[in-house]
């Protein structure tokens, strides 16, 4: 069921991770280090023999790689731009196109604290890129937004945004309790791909069909396996009455108690009030529940009991939805208690 949920708490601070991002060491880097090891190689040779010199330029070797990550992952090199945008590109395609308002953009992004608490990654989204469409660029700059209208395709780069506007701007809600309205965010951001709003459109549409005649076909079966031969009301709905209420039906306005179980179309539990042990109350009428939920409500009688197959169209579409997957057929089983 659709809920409010308010609550306030960190996130474990973790380490960023590197995996689309590269930090090369410089080229004055390269000739000191060499010089380096061509020192203590020759002193090595000396001092301990062929075997004791080799161990010894194993280790500095390794010191050297390691102080090279260091001091790549640690350097500043930071660009800042007019309107205050701080910003570092790792890998750069200036001959590549651009993003323009309106455009999707294909992308791996993570962001997080100043203390490097990650806040998104979109690694948690199976491991799949994120999907956005580009918005205009703010009125005076050093937003999200803008970030992304300084990148081409291809490219990996790392912006420190302000938390404030970004939540009160781009996300167009409140900044987190546990987020200082005057600290920055740190993004990471590689663009693998822009498209057109239009093409996103018709390979939507495309997809959209595929899987509703895919669960038309499941849905199917599932009647005719139930035995169930009753038609559906004009929305697609399936009403069938398991036991006809003695009260009156619910009217706009009203609040509704009622207990119910929500499964999928293979007998699987999503939710049940029953489980619970707390009845489930929701004005009738006032777009608090699923399209499907609240028409088959409407049709029950108070005392009822009325199971409702609910296919995808009237109730959360192409929309995931907690863990309903998008295009699901539901299935309720409602018992409605009250109305007052």
């Not at 296919?311 to 057929?329: C, V």
């Amino acid at each position: 069921m659709k809920t409010k949920e308010k609550y306030c708490k960190g996130t474990k601070s973790q380490r960023l991770n590197y995996q689309y991002f590269t930090f090369p060491a410089t080229l004055n880097n390269y000739y000191f280090f060499s010089s380096f090891i061509s020192k203590f190689s020759n002193r090595g040779k000396r001092l301990c023999g062929e075997r004791k010199s080799t161990e010894l330029l194993n280790r500095i070797l390794y010191l050297i790689v390691s102080i090279i990550i260091i001091s790549s992952c640690g350097s500043d090199n930071y660009t800042i731009n007019a309107s205050g945008m701080k910003y570092k590109f790792f890998i750069k395609n200036e001959e590549n196109k651009k993003p323009v308002v309106g455009d999707i953009l294909v992308l791996y992004m993570r962001y997080t604290t100043e203390k490097d608490s990650v806040l998104f990654d979109t690694k948690e989204l199976n491991g799949q890129p994120f999907r956005m469409k580009m918005n205009a660029a703010s009125e005076n700059g050093s937003t999200i937004n803008d970030a992304f209208a300084l990148m081409h395709e291809g490219d990996s780069a790392q912006f420190i945004v302000d938390a404030e506007r970004f939540y009160t701007e781009t996300k167009n809600t409140e900044v987190p309790c546990f987020i200082n309205k005057n600290s920055k965010l740190i993004f990471n951001i590689k663009l693998v791909e822009i498209f057109s709003y239009d093409k996103y459109l018709k390979e939507k549409k495309i997809v959209q069909i595929k899987n509703t005649k895919e669960e038309q076909i499941i849905l199917e079966s599932y009647l005719q396996n139930a035995n169930i031969t009753i038609k559906p009301a004009n929305s697609g709905l399936y009403y069938i009455e398991d036991l006809t209420g003695k009260g009156s039906k619910p009217k706009t306005g009203q609040k509704v108690t009622i207990h119910y179980t929500g499964s999928f179309i293979n007998g699987e539990i999503f939710d049940s009030s029953l489980k619970r042990g707390e009845a489930f109350e929701f004005e009738f009428g006032a777009n608090q529940v699923i399209p499907g939920l609240e028409e088959g409500v409407g049709m029950m009688k108070t005392g009822g009991k009325a199971t409702l197959i609910i296919p995808s169209h009237i109730a959360y579409g192409s929309q995931q939805y907690k863990m309903i997957p998008p295009f699901s057929t539901l299935i309720f089983e409602v018992e409605l208690l009250n109305i007052k």
